[in-house]
T-cell receptor
Framework: QKEVEQDPGPLSVPEGAIVSLNCTYS??????FMWYRQYSRKGPELLMY????GNKEDGRFTAQVDKSSKYISLFIRDSQPSDSATYLC??????????FGKGTRLSVIA | EADIYQTPRYLVIGTGKKITLECSQT?????MYWYQQDPGMELHLIHY???????EKGDLSSESTVSRIRTEHFPLTLESARPSHTSQYLC????????????FGQGTRLTVV
């Protein structure tokens, strides 16, 4: 079993839709949970991170962590064509290198 | 904005050649990483370093080496390139005193023919 599972998609939504992206993980030592966005032929850029369980909101983006279920989510409200990218979840226990999911490829259609 | 630079951005090279992928960061971060990324696959950790003269192997490191002589510089070397090394290589850094997140360079797309 991989440490982090993420559905690679692709996911295609109309402009303005609410997007839900998810990851599950198996390592209960993970405490920091991150979401990265990666445009084609670019390096990943950090969107936001969350420590332990709970929610965090930044503009149109909301990250949720449920440690009891080992499940994390990223919600994108009012999605825009510029949100079209691959979204990668990543996590670690704080002092260890990040472990990544496969990434979900998202297309937002105008 | 993260200040981490990778060169070259693109490289096409013949089988058997020795290559070094460069990575530099100007943020003074202690920790640096090399990941390999194939299309539709997760990033695989190749090597990492937690400071000068400290290097560790990741999951996918057996055919490459790294060095960390200076804080800001973390080059990756392939002694003898093979077509199976064709991939995107991503360098990242993170700071103990900041958050746990890593900041990435733009990547090097390597093609071995």
């Amino acid at each position: 079993q991989k440490e982090v599972e993420q559905d690679p998609g692709p996911l295609s939504v109309p402009e303005g839709a609410i997007v839900s992206l998810n990851c599950t993980y198996s390592n209960s030592a993970f405490q920091y949970f991150m979401w990265y966005r990666q445009y084609s032929r670019k390096g990943p850029e950090l969107l936001m991170y969350t420590y332990s369980s709970g929610n965090k909101e930044d503009g149109r983006f909301t990250a949720q962590v449920d440690k009891s279920s080992k499940y994390i989510s990223l919600f994108i409200r009012d999605s825009q064509p510029s949100d079209s990218a691959t979204y990668l979840c990543a996590m670690n226990s704080g002092n260890t290198p990040l472990v990544f999911g496969k990434g979900t490829r998202l297309s937002v259609i105008a | 904005e993260a200040d981490i630079y990778q060169t070259p951005r693109y490289l096409v090279i013949g089988t058997g050649k020795k290559i070094t992928l460069e990575c530099s960061q100007t943020m003074g971060h202690d920790k640096m990483y090399w990941y390999q990324q194939d299309p539709g696959m997760e990033l695989h950790l190749i090597h990492y370093s937690y400071g000068v003269n400290s290097t560790e192997k990741g999951d996918l490191s057996s055919e490459s080496t790294v060095s960390r002589i200076r804080t800001e510089h973390f080059p990756l070397t392939l002694e003898s390139a093979r077509p199976s090394h064709t991939s995107q290589y991503l360098c990242a850094s993170s700071d103990d005193s900041g958050g746990p997140e890593a900041f990435f360079g733009q990547g090097t797309r390597l093609t071995v023919v």
